[in-house]
């Protein structure tokens, strides 16, 4: 994996990317601001407080919040990718197939697959978490911004345990995909229309009807964001949060989905014939 | 053959859906001998190979590698196998000897101390560190068989090893192959290069759909298809009735003339009855059953309106 390319673009973008959000947001914020001073734009309703909130997420001590929430979303989208690659490439270059004719197994070749991405997920999150604290003090400085009481590491280290387990199960579908598909395209389609398609689905049903909850909740992405607010004050506000799962059912429930994704995945390994190609 | 059975197949059957493509199929391979499996595309000469390894699950029947049965104890099974598949496929962006030492890694005990002897008994010490991706199909297939050899397998199996090589190439693994046997290994060939397994093999299993059709030493294959004459002649119909009268089974007629199957001291008789009826040969010519006459004879496409042999 270390030989790969894509680990170590994936752990530069989600660097790169949270160096380049927050200066984006400060230079965006800022220049409306300096607009409304200046009387170039007009003043929005509630007064400039709103934009001058927004500004206040860049500090040190909302990284909890923002930086590791960007990290998580970022994060899911490009570990589902990386977990289906991980997987379906080795269908792909036929070295599955290689591997099991030296006299490698099933069972061992899927647990080290999911325990490399365990580990990668481990450094993502780390890194990316590393990444969200230093944009915030680089950015804070440049912009003046108060660094107030600093990063709040248990904090901060809370958040990103929760972001890292709620890639889990999204890498394990991609993985079961990739799998069952023997294609790393296909298990990052579905990896992401499940992440994206899902998640708006619940939204849009929970909105329309609020009785909805006790179905979609049993979903990924009303677990996800059950696991996410939990004990924190979210970035983005939910209309529909008050109906989302409990916590705890929500971490079980996703801990249930990876446990289902990775057993597909071993029995399809198991008792599929290898021929050419995988 | 009395060296150790090192593969022995029992009633290997392989259905997919309707399709059988290996039906009982019984083989074995000995210590120190070269088994070449020969068959047509299609004939399951690799899907045998994936049962042998494990990597198809058979229908009915087993696969025994030195003696442990490969569905109850693959990983044991194969640590005494080498196997080389039709597709060589490694990691491209990983070198040559990365992707060696990646196999070795798997193999253990002193496989990775035959990484750097094994690409340069395969001549590719030169481009051992470079990307598996920027080799050419002949340094793909040296490496895949530098890699069956990780392990010092007591079987060595092989699937078109000649793929992609130029005519030197072919020899050199040629002459691997018949190492590999003096060094007390089984190696199963599977080849549709004929005149390669001709030259390596001490026995060959010809297979058609499945079903073991021949065995044996390529002599008594090619005996089994005899000797004939090649006649070069007109009337070829008046010909084969005069030859038929002679007590000559098989004829087959050719654009020239006949394919006459009998004992090559007859060669007078036939030229004599003959000339005797007014039909001179222009040609009479004594010829050796080769394997491919007899593999093309064995494995030719059954017609539905042919008729017995005349």
Not at chain 1, 243 to 266: H, S
């Amino acid at each position: 994996m270390v030989r790969r390319w894509m680990p170590w673009i994936m752990l530069g973008l989600i660097v790169l990317t949270a160096f380049l959000l927050y200066f984006l947001i400060w230079a965006s914020v800022n220049a409306q601001l300096q607009a409304v001073k200046n009387g170039t734009i007009p003043a929005p309703a509630g007064g400039t407080a709103q934009l001058e909130q927004t500004l206040r997420m860049i500090a040190p001590d909302r990284v909890a919040q923002f930086g590791v929430g960007l990290v998580s979303g970022l994060g899911s989208v490009m570990l589902i990718v990386f977990a289906a690659s991980h997987v379906g490439t080795e269908f792909g270059w036929g070295t599955f197939r290689t591997l099991l004719a030296h006299g490698a197994s099933r069972t061992g070749f899927l647990v080290a697959k999911a325990v490399s991405l365990l580990l990668y997920a481990f450094v993502f999150i780390v890194v990316g978490t590393l990444a969200a604290i230093g944009a915030s003090y680089a950015v804070s400085a440049v912009a003046g911004i108060s660094v107030g009481s600093g990063v709040d590491v248990a904090e901060v280290t809370r958040a990103a345990v929760k972001a890292g387990y709620i890639f889990l199960p999204y890498m394990a579908l991609a993985l079961a995909i990739a799998v069952w598909s023997k294609s790393a395209g296909a298990g990052i389609a579905a990896g992401l229309v499940v992440y994206f398609a899902e998640g708006i689905v619940a939204t849009l049903l929970v909105s329309l009807n609020k009785d909805y909850a006790e179905i979609v909740n049993w979903g990924l992405s009303r677990s996800v964001s059950a696991v996410t607010r939990a004990g924190s004050s979210a970035a983005v506000p939910d209309p529909t949060a008050s109906t989302l799962p409990d916590p705890t059912r929500a971490a079980i429930v996703l801990a249930v989905y990876c446990v289902i994704f990775l057993v597909l995945a071993y029995w399809r390994l198991r008792s599929r014939d290898v021929t050419v190609g995988g | 053959m009395t060296g150790e059975v090192v593969l022995r197949t029992n009633g290997l059957v392989k259905r997919f859906g309707s399709i059988t493509a290996v039906n009982g199929l019984d083989l074995e391979v000995r210590r120190g001998e070269v088994v070449g499996l020969l068959g047509p595309n299609g004939a399951g000469k690799s899907t045998t190979i994936g049962m042998v390894l494990g990597l198809i699950a058979p229908t009915a029947g087993s696969a025994e590698v030195l003696g442990r049965d490969v569905r109850v104890r693959r990983e044991e099974a194969l640590a005494g196998v080498g196997a080389m598949l039709e597709v060589t496929s490694f990691y491209p962006y990983l070198s040559g000897r990365d992707n060696l030492t990646g196999v070795a890694l798997l193999r253990g005990g002193g496989a990775l101390a035959r990484v750097d002897p094994l690409l340069a008994r395969l001549g590719l010490a030169q481009r051992g560190g470079s990307k598996f991706r920027t080799y050419s199909l002949g340094m793909r297939q040296r490496l895949g068989i530098a890699s069956t050899l990780l392990s010092d397998p007591a079987l060595v199996i092989l699937d078109e090893p000649a793929n992609g090589l130029d005519p030197a190439g072919q020899r050199e693994i040629r002459e691997l192959i018949r190492e590999l046997a003096g060094e007390n290994r089984g190696v199963l060939l599977a080849s549709h290069l004929l005149h390669e397994v001709e030259q390596v093999c001490d026995r060959v299993l010809v297979i058609k759909k499945g079903k073991l059709i021949a065995s044996g030493t390529i002599a008594e294959i090619t005996r089994g298809g005899g000797s004939y004459f090649e006649i070069v002649v007109g009337d070829q119909t008046r010909a084969a009735q005069i030859l038929r009268g002679l007590g000559v089974k098989e004829i087959r007629e050719t654009p020239t003339g006949l394919d006459v199957v009998a004992d090559p001291a007859r060669g007078a008789e036939l030229n004599r009855a003959l000339a005797s009826a007014g039909l001179y040969a222009s040609a009479i010519v004594p010829r050796a059953s080769s394997l491919e006459d007899v593999f093309m004879e064995l494995t030719e496409p059954e017609s539905p309106s042919a008729s017995p042999a005349s």
